[in-house]
């Protein structure tokens, strides 16, 4: 049976876990396109690691770190006319402090040995347009704590010079872009799901819209979701190519600079999802 995403995830992980010689968590970014799968692979990939390996992990998506509902209708109103700030989604809609302090939290995790709560996000809430959990309903992680994996569709995306963008809407969302580099600091390690046609991810994301409508939750209509995730598709053209540019880069042999593409697994998927082919190096930063 030919490997699955979550396969190559767990022997990634494994492998950089065994020459690991940091008591602290290793934090793995992971980028893919919105209803790739990310996020049941990566639950599968913690489990096994758990079962097979001993190896305590969590997954976190970036999505958690959203603004609460009121917080966005917020920011919708202080950028009005700006189509990519009107929705949760793109840079400049998550919690950019939240997310430091939870991050920095689990880091020490294993040395303070106190439970970290971390954020949950619900977008069936507000009829599809999503809301933060209240602290009361987030999920406890308790010590030890080996590895932790931050997913999401824009992650390691870093700005591009200003006259490299279309419009002036896209202009605000590349400047915001750079307060993510406080997330990325934490990064030992890269995983990237790639597929050869971005525009997969239509269609996988009103799969994804239509389950969670089957499972008796509030959901966005075909052609809402449609339009949302469309919105998206000029991110992923300007920022993907900037992406491999950077992983292919970490692979020369130059002074490590304390990039988190220095140990990376690359996943080819194919339209149904599937694994095609893996490529990774575990160069890891230790």
């Not at 590895?147 to 824009?154: M, S, T």
Request: hydrophobic residues 40%.
């Amino acid at each position: 049976m030919p490997a699955t995403t979550a396969d190559h995830i767990t022997a990634f992980i494994q492998a950089l876990l065994v020459a690991r010689t940091n008591t602290a968590p290793l934090f793995i970014g992971l980028q893919g396109p919105q209803g790739s799968g990310k996020t049941t692979a990566c639950n599968a990939a913690v489990a096994r690691l758990q079962a097979e390996h001993n190896l305590r992990g969590v997954t976190l998506s970036i999505d958690d770190f959203y603004l609460t509902r009121a917080e966005q209708v917020k920011l919708a109103a202080q950028h009005a006319g700006n189509v990519y700030l009107s929705q949760r989604g793109y840079p400049g809609t998550h919690d950019i402090p939240l997310g430091q302090k939870i991050l920095a939290q689990l880091r020490t995790i294993n040395q303070q040995k106190k439970p970290v709560a971390v954020p949950r996000y619900d977008k069936s809430l507000h009829g599809g347009e999503g809301d933060r959990l209240p602290e009361s309903a987030w999920p406890v992680i308790d010590s030890p704590l080996d590895f932790v994996l931050l997913e999401g569709w824009c992650m390691g995306f870093t700005p591009l010079p200003e006259a490299a963008l279309p419009n002036a809407q896209l202009a605000e969302v590349n400047r915001l872009l750079a307060q993510y580099s406080g997330w990325y600091d934490f990064l030992g390690a890269f995983i990237q799901l790639r597929t050869a046609d971005i525009t997969h991810a239509v269609g996988w994301r009103i799969e994804a819209e239509e389950k969670m409508r089957s499972a008796g939750k509030s959901a966005m209509s075909a052609e809402k979701i449609r339009a949302y995730i469309e919105r998206f598709l000029p991110a992923y053209e300007l920022y993907l190519p900037e992406l491999a540019r950077n992983i292919s880069a970490a692979e020369r042999p130059v002074a490590d600079s304390g990039s988190f593409f220095r140990s990376r697994l690359i996943i080819e998927i194919a339209t149904d999802r599937s694994a095609r082919h893996a490529d990774f190096s575990t160069g890891n930063r230790g």
